[in-house]
């Protein structure tokens, strides 16, 4: 059985979309019809992923690599702005990219936990705060936050 998910012609940014479950859901969206930008950052494994997501069928879907380090504050505003430029609108917001580094508590240093907090929470926070206000001002849209255990 198909579900009808009306999502044809929307548009989704899925963070960390060149591997993963990020590139799982960029595929899923792909195929519904929905035009998909996906960040990371590395460029060769970003191409091998629109190569990947464009052999799939789907109903007149495009999709964009932005490359972005998105622990970078200027990275979240080209994510935005690049997507808006090739789209014209922001529908979802798939914040997926990296993962915090797992260990035992006492054994992580400063820099794990500050490289975790750049990506994982500021990172997420950035792109939210730039996404909501062309979502409300459709007055639709959705965003999924996804992370792990080591949160
Ligand atoms: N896999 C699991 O079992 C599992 C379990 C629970 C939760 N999760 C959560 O699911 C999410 C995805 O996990 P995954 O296993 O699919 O990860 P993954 O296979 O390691 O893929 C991570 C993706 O994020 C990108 N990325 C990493 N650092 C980045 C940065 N600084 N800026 C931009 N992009 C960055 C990577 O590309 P580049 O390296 O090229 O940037 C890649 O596209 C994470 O939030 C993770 O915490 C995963």
């Known amino acids: 059985m198909s579900l009808e998910l009306h999502l044809a012609g929307k548009t989704a940014i899925v963070t960390g979309g060149s591997a993963g479950?990020?590139?799982?859901?960029?595929?899923?969206?792909?195929?519904?019809?929905?035009?998909?930008?996906?960040?990371?950052?590395?460029?060769?494994?970003?191409?091998?992923?629109?190569?990947?997501?464009?052999?799939?069928?789907?109903?007149?879907?495009?999709?964009?690599?932005?490359?972005?380090?998105?622990?970078?504050?200027?990275?979240?505003?080209?994510?935005?702005?690049?997507?808006?430029?090739?789209?014209?609108?922001?529908?979802?917001?798939?914040n997926n990219a990296g993962s915090a580094r797992a260990g035992s508590f006492l054994d992580l240093n400063d820099d794990v936990f500050l490289d975790a907090w750049n990506l994982k929470l500021l990172g997420y926070i950035r792109l939210v705060r730039a996404v909501v206000p062309h979502q409300k001002n459709r007055r639709d849209g959705r965003i999924v936050n996804i992370i792990g255990g080591a949160g």
């Open 21 to 94: 479950i990020g590139l799982a859901v960029a595929k899923a969206l792909y195929s519904e019809g929905v035009n998909v930008a996906i960040a990371a950052r590395n460029q060769e494994r970003l191409e091998n992923a629109v190569s990947a997501i464009q052999s799939l069928p789907t109903p007149g879907a495009k999709v964009i690599a932005i490359s972005a380090d998105l622990t970078q504050a200027a990275s979240v505003d080209t994510v935005v702005s690049t997507t808006l430029a090739q789209f014209g609108q922001i529908d979802i917001l798939i």
